[in-house]
């Protein structure tokens, strides 16, 4: 059973910078897609980020690009996501969740249905 652990959510002022963290456990055998969603109270799920684990590609919402960075750390199972000058329009939950089985390119684009398992979710608020 592969378990998802996000960390780092918290309130900020705009313009500030969070770093969240993503780690799983339990790895089938395979090559993971990791990525980063986010809901808002009211609105529905919306990509963020998302990562491919051999090769380390990433992708990004146009509306995070130039200002969020995800990477993942070489020996582990973690993935991070730094947020850097942050928008009050940025607050929401943040959930990371894991591709194992893809298809690839619905994986890397973000799109949640390809995702096999989910965190519990972080809270991010920017206060204005």
């Known amino acids: 059973q592969v378990q998802l652990e996000e960390s780092g959510g918290g309130l900020v002022q705009a313009g500030g910078s969070l770093r969240l963290s993503c780690t799983f456990s339990?790895?089938?055998?395979?090559?993971?897609?990791m990525g980063w969603f986010r809901q808002a109270p009211g609105k529905e799920r919306e990509f963020v980020s998302t990562?491919?684990?051999?090769?380390?590609?990433?992708n990004y919402a146009d509306s995070v690009k130039g200002r969020f960075a995800i990477s993942r750390d070489n020996a582990g199972n973690t993935a991070f996501l730094e947020m850097n000058s942050l928008k009050p329009e940025d607050t929401a939950d943040y959930f990371c969740?894991?591709?194992?089985?893809?298809?690839?390119?619905?994986?890397?684009?973000?799109?949640?249905?390809?995702?096999?398992?989910w965190g519990q979710g972080t809270q991010v608020t920017v206060s204005s």
């Open positions: 969740a894991v591709s194992f089985y893809g298809p690839y390119e619905s994986t890397l684009a973000g799109d949640p249905r390809a995702f096999d398992y």
């Open positions: 990562i491919n684990w051999s090769d380390s590609f990433t």
């Open positions: 339990g790895r089938p055998l395979g090559t993971p897609v």
